[in-house]
C-alpha cells in the first residue's frame, strides 16, 4: 500500500464544501422499474445494466426496463427463485449474472442462452449451498474459475464455477472465525480474504494456513474500527483497503494494522461521517464516491487531496432534495459506474439515480418554494438579466424582486419588501458604461443601483406617474434610451435627468408600447414596438424607414433587436427570425419554419464568439449557424426549461455564457459545449419480438434470441418487431435513427421520436435490417448495425417441395405419354393400313425422335 496515502489520512481533520452541482435524473417505478428500493447494480458484457431490487430483478436496455420475478412452481418457465434479492455481480468471464437472494439461494442467468442456473441448499450434498440467504458475490483472484459468497448465517463460501461445488469457510472449518454472520468479502493477491460481519468487525482470513486476525471497535481506541457491522470493504487503485462501517468510513494500514477513522473528526457536520456506509467505489476520476444512510453520497477526491495539510483536505456531498441537482432519497445503497462513465446511484426507496458522464450543456436555475437551496430562485418567471461585470449576476422576477447570483449560488434578494424597489416585477435591466445597474419595474418607473456605494435609488420618469418600463439602452453619446408603455424617454447618464420624451404625439413614433431599442453602425435608432413593427429614426427622431405586416413584414410584434458584431441588424419577432445585413440598406431575410426553425415566435437574441446567433423562442432555443447556414434547435430533452422564454430577457458574461430568461427559470450554457455534441456510440438491436393476438387477457409475444447478429423466422412469424437504441443513456432523448430492410426496400427511413420499428407480412426470404443512429443537429454516423434475418418459406413452398412438385410431374407427363403410346401401338396391330408413325400428321423421323425420347 502507498505508504503516503496512509500517512495523508493520519490525523485527519475534514472540512466541506458544497458539492459540484450533478444534474441527477430520477428513475423509479414510473419508468418500468419493478421497485424502488435498488440494492444493487452491475452492466454485463453486451452493456445492459442490471438492477437488483427489494421485488424483482430488472434489466436496463437503454431505454426500458425488462422485468424478471419468480414464477409458480406450477411453470414451466424458468426464473430467478426469489424476488427479494440482495446483489448482482458480472461474471468476469462467463455471459452470466449472478443473483443473491435474500432466502432462495444463489442464481446464475446466462444471456447468451436465456437460462438459469440455480444453487440452493441440498441437505443431501454436503458440497452444495450450505444456506439460501446470499449477500454478497465478488470473484477470487482467479477471475472466471471461482466465485466467493457471503452468507447471512453461515459463514463464506467459495464456488468453484466449473464444478458447481462449494467450499464452505465458517466455524466447523476454520475455528477461529469470530462470527458466520457476514456481509460482505475481498480476497488481496496476498492470499488473503477480508470479512465484513454482521455486528462481528472485520476479519482477515489468511488462505494459506486458515489463520485468522480479527478487528473490533474500541471505544478508547481513536485508530480502532470505527463500528462493528461492516457492509463493505473496497479496495483501491492504489491498493487501499477502505473499510464502510456502521459508525463511518474507515482507511486500514495493513502494516500498522490500525484505521484512520472519520467519525471523530471536528468537521464531521451533522455526524455525516459517523453513516452507515453502504457502498464505496473508486471511479475513472479517482475520486471515491460513498453511499451513505441518511447522508446521500460522499466524495474525495483522492489525487486532489493527496499533498494537502489535514485541516484542509475536503468531502464533497450530494444530498437529497427536491430539485434536479439533488438526490430522490436520502439513503443511498449502491454506486456504480457504466461503460460510458455514466453513474448510476441505488437509493433506498428513492429508486436510481442518473448522473451522465458529461455535464449537460444546458443548466437551469429554478424556483423553489422554500427558499432553503442557495441555487434557487424567489420566483419561477425570469423576467431580466444582467451581468455586473463583477462575477454577479443580477437575476429580475415576475413578483419576486431581483436574486443576485455569484459562482453558482444566491447571495442577494432585493425587492419591494425591503425598499429597495417599487415593485417586484422586473422587467428589464442594463449595466451602464459607468458599471452601474438600472432596474426597469411593471408600473414602478426605475430603479438604480450604485455598484460603488452598493446602494439603490429610485428615478422617476414622470412625476407621480408609474410607468411600465420595458427596455434599456445607452447610446455613444452616454445617453440611456429607455422604453415604456408610453413611449421613449432619453436620461442623460450623468445627470439621471429626463432630457427627451418621445410619444406618438410629438414624434414619428410608431405606437407608445415600446419593446426594443438599438442603435446601428450609421448611428440610427431602431425602436421595435408590440403592435406596430419597427421604425428606424435618425438621432434626433426623425422617421427614415417603417416595417409592419401592412407594408408586407412578416410581423408587427418586435421583442428585440441585437446588433451583431458584423454590424448585421437582428429582430426577434413573433412570425419569425429576421436579419438585416446591412445597415446601408434595408434588405432583409427572414428565417421561419421552412428554413429550420421549429417555432417562429423569438422571444430574445444573443451572439457567440464564433458569430453563431442563438435565439429563445415559445419551445426552446435555436442557433443559427453562420458558416453552415443552418439551424440547430434544442428543447426540453436537451434539459431546456419547458414552457415559453421572456421576451428581451438575456445577457452573456465575461466567460461567454448566454443566459435566456423563461418562465420556469434561468437557462444558460456554453455555446461551444452545446454545438460540438459528443460522438455517438453504435446502435445496438436489444429485441426482436413476435406480436401474439390481443385476447381478452393479456398480450402474447415471443421474443427471437439474436445469434451472432442473425435470426430466423418461420413463414408464420413474417410479421416481427425489432428494437434498438444506443446505450449510452446520457444520450437517451437525443437521439434519431434511420433503418433499412435490405432486400425489401433499398431506402432509408428515419424515425424521431422512438426506437423500435414493425414489419407486417414480409415474403418468404433473406434480408438484412440496418439502422443508424445520430444526435440531435447532427450528421448521420458512418457506422451501421446490421441484423441478417432469414424467413422460411412454409412446407409447402420448400426446395425439396417444389422438387417433388417437379419430379410428380414429370411422372404424370411421362405417364400419360406412355399411355398413349400403347394405345397408339394397339391400334397400329389392328389397322388394316399400318402408318408409318402413332402421329398421323408428323414425318416419321420425328416420330422416331418422339420415340426415343419417350
Same mark, same amino acid.
Given at each position: 500500500?502507498?505508504?503516503?496515502?496512509?500517512?495523508?489520512?493520519?490525523?485527519?481533520?475534514?472540512?466541506?464544501?458544497?458539492?459540484?452541482?450533478?444534474?441527477?435524473?430520477?428513475?423509479?417505478?414510473?419508468?418500468?422499474?419493478?421497485?424502488?428500493?435498488?440494492?444493487?447494480?452491475?452492466?454485463?458484457?453486451?452493456?445492459?445494466?442490471?438492477?437488483?431490487?427489494?421485488?424483482?430483478?430488472?434489466?436496463?436496455?437503454?431505454?426500458?426496463?425488462?422485468?424478471?420475478?419468480?414464477?409458480?412452481?406450477?411453470?414451466?418457465?424458468?426464473?430467478?427463485?426469489?424476488?427479494?434479492?440482495?446483489?448482482?455481480?458480472?461474471?468476469?468471464?462467463?455471459?452470466?449474472?449472478?443473483?443473491?437472494?435474500?432466502?432462495?439461494?444463489?442464481?446464475?442467468?446466462?444471456?447468451?442462452?436465456?437460462?438459469?442456473?440455480?444453487?440452493?441448499?441440498?441437505?443431501?450434498?454436503?458440497?452444495?449451498?450450505?444456506?439460501?440467504?446470499?449477500?454478497?458475490?465478488?470473484?477470487?483472484?482467479?477471475?472466471?474459475?471461482?466465485?466467493?459468497?457471503?452468507?447471512?448465517?453461515?459463514?463464506?463460501?467459495?464456488?468453484?464455477?466449473?464444478?458447481?461445488?462449494?467450499?464452505?469457510?465458517?466455524?466447523?472449518?476454520?475455528?477461529?472465525?469470530?462470527?458466520?454472520?457476514?456481509?460482505?468479502?475481498?480476497?488481496?493477491?496476498?492470499?488473503?480474504?477480508?470479512?465484513?460481519?454482521?455486528?462481528?468487525?472485520?476479519?482477515?482470513?489468511?488462505?494459506?494456513?486458515?489463520?485468522?486476525?480479527?478487528?473490533?471497535?474500541?471505544?478508547?481506541?481513536?485508530?480502532?474500527?470505527?463500528?462493528?457491522?461492516?457492509?463493505?470493504?473496497?479496495?483501491?487503485?492504489?491498493?487501499?483497503?477502505?473499510?464502510?462501517?456502521?459508525?463511518?468510513?474507515?482507511?486500514?494500514?495493513?502494516?500498522?494494522?490500525?484505521?484512520?477513522?472519520?467519525?471523530?473528526?471536528?468537521?464531521?457536520?451533522?455526524?455525516?461521517?459517523?453513516?452507515?456506509?453502504?457502498?464505496?467505489?473508486?471511479?475513472?476520476?479517482?475520486?471515491?464516491?460513498?453511499?451513505?444512510?441518511?447522508?446521500?453520497?460522499?466524495?474525495?477526491?483522492?489525487?486532489?487531496?493527496?499533498?494537502?495539510?489535514?485541516?484542509?483536505?475536503?468531502?464533497?456531498?450530494?444530498?437529497?432534495?427536491?430539485?434536479?441537482?439533488?438526490?430522490?432519497?436520502?439513503?443511498?445503497?449502491?454506486?456504480?459506474?457504466?461503460?460510458?462513465?455514466?453513474?448510476?446511484?441505488?437509493?433506498?426507496?428513492?429508486?436510481?439515480?442518473?448522473?451522465?458522464?458529461?455535464?449537460?450543456?444546458?443548466?437551469?436555475?429554478?424556483?423553489?418554494?422554500?427558499?432553503?437551496?442557495?441555487?434557487?430562485?424567489?420566483?419561477?418567471?425570469?423576467?431580466?438579466?444582467?451581468?455586473?461585470?463583477?462575477?454577479?449576476?443580477?437575476?429580475?422576477?415576475?413578483?419576486?424582486?431581483?436574486?443576485?447570483?455569484?459562482?453558482?449560488?444566491?447571495?442577494?434578494?432585493?425587492?419591494?419588501?425591503?425598499?429597495?424597489?417599487?415593485?417586484?416585477?422586473?422587467?428589464?435591466?442594463?449595466?451602464?458604461?459607468?458599471?452601474?445597474?438600472?432596474?426597469?419595474?411593471?408600473?414602478?418607473?426605475?430603479?438604480?443601483?450604485?455598484?460603488?456605494?452598493?446602494?439603490?435609488?429610485?428615478?422617476?420618469?414622470?412625476?407621480?406617474?408609474?410607468?411600465?418600463?420595458?427596455?434599456?439602452?445607452?447610446?455613444?453619446?452616454?445617453?440611456?434610451?429607455?422604453?415604456?408603455?408610453?413611449?421613449?424617454?432619453?436620461?442623460?447618464?450623468?445627470?439621471?435627468?429626463?432630457?427627451?420624451?418621445?410619444?406618438?404625439?410629438?414624434?414619428?413614433?410608431?405606437?407608445?408600447?415600446?419593446?426594443? !431599442?438599438?442603435?446601428?453602425?450609421?448611428?440610427?435608432?431602431?425602436?421595435?414596438?408590440?403592435?406596430?413593427?419597427?421604425?428606424?429614426?435618425?438621432?434626433?427622431?426623425?422617421?427614415?424607414?417603417?416595417?409592419?405586416?401592412?407594408?408586407?413584414?412578416?410581423?408587427?410584434?418586435?421583442?428585440?433587436?441585437?446588433?451583431?458584431?458584423?454590424?448585421?441588424?437582428?429582430?426577434?419577432?413573433?412570425?419569425?427570425?429576421?436579419?438585416?445585413?446591412?445597415?446601408?440598406?434595408?434588405?432583409?431575410?427572414?428565417?421561419?419554419?421552412?428554413?429550420?426553425?421549429?417555432?417562429?415566435?423569438?422571444?430574445?437574441?444573443?451572439?457567440?464568439?464564433?458569430?453563431? !446567433?442563438?435565439?429563445?423562442?415559445?419551445?426552446?432555443?435555436?442557433?443559427? !449557424?453562420?458558416?453552415?447556414?443552418?439551424?440547430?434547435?434544442?428543447?426540453?430533452?436537451?434539459?431546456?426549461?419547458?414552457?415559453?422564454?421572456?421576451?428581451?430577457?438575456?445577457?452573456?458574461?465575461?466567460?461567454?455564457?448566454?443566459?435566456?430568461?423563461?418562465?420556469?427559470?434561468?437557462?444558460?450554457?456554453?455555446?461551444?459545449?452545446?454545438?460540438?455534441?459528443?460522438?455517438?456510440?453504435?446502435?445496438?438491436?436489444?429485441?426482436?419480438?413476435?406480436?401474439?393476438?390481443?385476447?381478452?387477457?393479456?398480450?402474447?409475444?415471443?421474443? !427471437?434470441?439474436?445469434?451472432?447478429?442473425?435470426?430466423?423466422?418461420?413463414?408464420?412469424?413474417?410479421?416481427?418487431?425489432?428494437?434498438?437504441?444506443?446505450?449510452?443513456?446520457?444520450?437517451?432523448?437525443?437521439?434519431?435513427?434511420?433503418?433499412?430492410?435490405?432486400?425489401?426496400?433499398?431506402?432509408?427511413?428515419?424515425?424521431?421520436?422512438?426506437?423500435?420499428?414493425?414489419?407486417?407480412?414480409?415474403?418468404?426470404?433473406?434480408?438484412?435490417?440496418?439502422?443508424?443512429?445520430?444526435?440531435?443537429?447532427?450528421?448521420?454516423?458512418?457506422?451501421?448495425?446490421?441484423?441478417?434475418?432469414?424467413?422460411?418459406?412454409?412446407?409447402?413452398?420448400?426446395?425439396?417441395?417444389?422438387?417433388?412438385?417437379?419430379?410428380?410431374?414429370?411422372?404424370?407427363?411421362?405417364?400419360?405419354?406412355?399411355?398413349?403410346?400403347?394405345?397408339?401401338?394397339?391400334?397400329?396391330?389392328?389397322?388394316?393400313?399400318?402408318?408409318?408413325?402413332?402421329?398421323?400428321?408428323?414425318?416419321?423421323?420425328?416420330?422416331?425422335?418422339?420415340?426415343?425420347?419417350?
Amino acid at each position: 500500500m502507498k505508504t503516503y496515502i496512509a500517512a495523508f489520512f493520519l490525523l485527519l481533520s475534514a472540512t466541506f464544501v458544497a458539492a459540484h452541482p450533478y444534474l441527477i435524473q430520477r428513475l423509479g417505478i414510473e419508468q418500468g422499474l419493478s421497485n424502488n428500493y435498488v440494492l444493487s447494480i452491475t452492466q454485463d458484457k453486451q452493456g445492459f445494466l442490471w438492477f437488483a431490487t427489494e421485488e424483482g430483478l430488472n434489466k436496463f436496455d437503454g431505454t426500458r426496463f425488462i422485468t424478471y420475478y419468480k414464477e409458480e412452481q406450477s411453470s414451466s418457465v424458468q426464473s430467478i427463485t426469489g424476488n427479494e434479492l440482495n446483489e448482482v455481480y458480472t461474471d468476469p468471464v462467463q455471459p452470466v449474472i449472478w443473483i443473491a437472494t435474500q432466502r432462495a439461494g444463489l442464481n446464475a442467468y446466462n444471456y447468451e442462452t436465456q437460462s438459469f442456473s440455480v444453487y440452493q441448499y441440498n441437505p443431501e450434498d454436503p458440497q452444495s449451498l450450505i444456506t439460501n440467504d446470499v449477500t454478497h458475490i465478488t470473484s477470487s483472484v482467479q477471475a472466471g474459475k471461482g466465485l466467493w459468497v457471503c452468507t447471512y448465517y453461515r459463514g463464506i463460501e467459495y464456488l468453484d464455477i466449473a464444478t458447481g461445488k462449494f467450499t464452505h469457510y465458517n466455524k466447523s472449518t476454520v475455528p477461529a472465525l469470530p462470527s458466520e454472520q457476514t456481509w460482505t468479502a475481498t480476497e488481496a493477491e496476498d492470499g488473503k480474504l477480508y470479512i465484513g460481519h454482521v455486528e462481528g468487525g472485520l476479519s482477515i482470513l489468511s488462505l494459506n494456513d486458515k489463520s485468522v486476525k480479527h478487528f473490533v471497535h474500541d471505544p478508547q481506541n481513536p485508530n480502532s474500527l470505527p463500528g462493528n457491522d461492516v457492509r463493505c470493504i473496497y479496495k483501491d487503485t492504489n491498493g487501499n483497503i477502505w473499510i464502510g462501517t456502521s459508525k463511518g468510513l474507515a482507511l486500514f494500514n495493513a502494516n500498522t494494522e490500525t484505521f484512520t477513522n472519520f467519525h471523530n473528526n471536528p468537521g464531521n457536520i451533522h455526524g455525516a461521517l459517523s453513516s452507515y456506509i453502504f457502498s464505496i467505489k473508486q471511479l475513472k476520476d479517482n475520486k471515491l464516491w460513498i453511499a451513505t444512510e441518511l447522508n446521500g453520497i460522499m466524495i474525495l477526491d483522492l489525487q486532489q487531496n493527496q499533498f494537502l495539510l489535514p485541516e484542509q483536505i475536503r468531502f464533497e456531498f450530494i444530498r437529497e432534495g427536491d430539485n434536479n441537482y439533488s438526490l430522490s432519497n436520502a439513503s443511498a445503497r449502491y454506486i456504480f459506474q457504466d461503460s460510458f462513465n455514466n453513474i448510476w446511484i441505488g437509493t433506498w426507496g428513492g429508486g436510481i439515480n442518473f448522473i451522465s458522464n458529461a455535464p449537460p450543456a444546458f443548466h437551469t436555475w429554478s424556483y423553489s418554494p422554500t427558499q432553503m437551496n442557495e441555487s434557487s430562485l424567489s420566483n419561477k418567471v425570469v423576467s431580466s438579466v444582467c451581468d455586473d461585470g463583477q462575477g454577479k449576476l443580477w437575476i429580475g422576477t415576475d413578483g419576486g424582486g431581483i436574486n443576485v447570483f455569484e459562482n453558482g449560488k444566491r447571495v442577494a434578494i432585493y425587492n419591494k419588501e425591503n425598499r429597495e424597489l417599487l415593485s417586484n416585477s422586473v422587467l428589464c435591466s442594463l449595466k451602464d458604461s459607468e458599471g452601474n445597474l438600472w432596474f426597469g419595474t411593471y408600473l414602478g418607473n426605475i430603479s438604480y443601483y450604485n455598484t460603488r456605494l452598493k446602494k439603490f435609488q429610485i428615478i422617476e420618469l414622470e412625476k407621480n406617474e408609474l410607468l411600465d418600463v420595458r427596455v434599456f439602452y445607452e447610446d455613444k453619446n452616454k445617453k440611456i434610451w429607455i422604453g415604456t408603455h408610453a413611449g421613449v424617454f432619453v436620461i442623460d447618464l450623468a445627470s439621471k435627468k429626463v432630457i427627451h420624451h418621445y410619444d406618438t404625439s410629438n414624434s414619428q413614433l410608431l405606437e407608445n408600447f415600446v419593446r426594443s !431599442i438599438a442603435q446601428d453602425s450609421e448611428g440610427r435608432f431602431w425602436i421595435g414596438t408590440f403592435g406596430g413593427g419597427v421604425g428606424i429614426y435618425t438621432p434626433d427622431m426623425q422617421l427614415v424607414r417603417k416595417f409592419n405586416q401592412y407594408e408586407g413584414f412578416c410581423s408587427n410584434t418586435i421583442n428585440q433587436i441585437y446588433r451583431s458584431s458584423k454590424g448585421q441588424m437582428w429582430l426577434a419577432t413573433g412570425e419569425g427570425l429576421v436579419c438585416f445585413p446591412s445597415a446601408r440598406n434595408f434588405d432583409y431575410q427572414v428565417f421561419q419554419r421552412k428554413e429550420g426553425l421549429p417555432n417562429t415566435h423569438i422571444r430574445a437574441i444573443s451572439e457567440d464568439k464564433n458569430g453563431n !446567433i442563438w435565439a429563445s423562442t415559445n419551445t426552446g432555443i435555436s442557433c443559427y !449557424i453562420t458558416s453552415k447556414k443552418c439551424f440547430y434547435t434544442y428543447d426540453h430533452s436537451n434539459n431546456i426549461p419547458q414552457g415559453s422564454f421572456i421576451s428581451g430577457c438575456v445577457t452573456k458574461d465575461h466567460n461567454g455564457l448566454i443566459y435566456f430568461g423563461s418562465i420556469n427559470g434561468l437557462c444558460f450554457f456554453n455555446p461551444d459545449i452545446a454545438i460540438n455534441s459528443p460522438q455517438i456510440p453504435p446502435v445496438v438491436i436489444t429485441k426482436v419480438r413476435i406480436p401474439g393476438r390481443l385476447t381478452s387477457r393479456e398480450k402474447n409475444e415471443t421474443a !427471437i434470441p439474436i445469434s451472432e447478429g442473425e435470426i430466423e423466422l418461420t413463414h408464420e412469424q413474417n410479421s416481427f418487431n425489432l428494437t434498438f437504441n444506443v446505450q449510452d443513456y446520457s444520450l437517451a432523448n437525443q437521439v434519431e435513427y434511420a433503418y433499412m430492410l435490405k432486400g425489401l426496400e433499398n431506402s432509408w427511413y428515419t424515425i424521431n421520436e422512438q426506437n423500435s420499428v414493425t414489419f407486417r407480412n414480409i415474403p418468404p426470404g433473406k434480408y438484412e435490417f440496418l439502422v443508424k443512429a445520430r444526435l440531435h443537429n447532427q450528421d448521420w454516423s458512418e457506422d451501421t448495425t446490421s441484423l441478417r434475418i432469414h424467413i422460411n418459406p412454409p412446407l409447402w413452398l420448400t426446395w425439396w417441395a417444389k422438387l417433388i412438385y417437379i419430379l410428380i410431374t414429370i411422372s404424370i407427363i411421362y405417364t400419360i405419354i406412355h399411355a398413349y403410346k400403347k394405345k397408339i401401338d394397339l391400334e397400329s396391330l389392328v389397322s388394316i393400313r399400318p402408318r408409318a408413325c402413332f402421329f398421323p400428321s408428323f414425318p416419321s423421323y420425328l416420330c422416331g425422335f418422339i420415340i426415343i425420347l419417350i
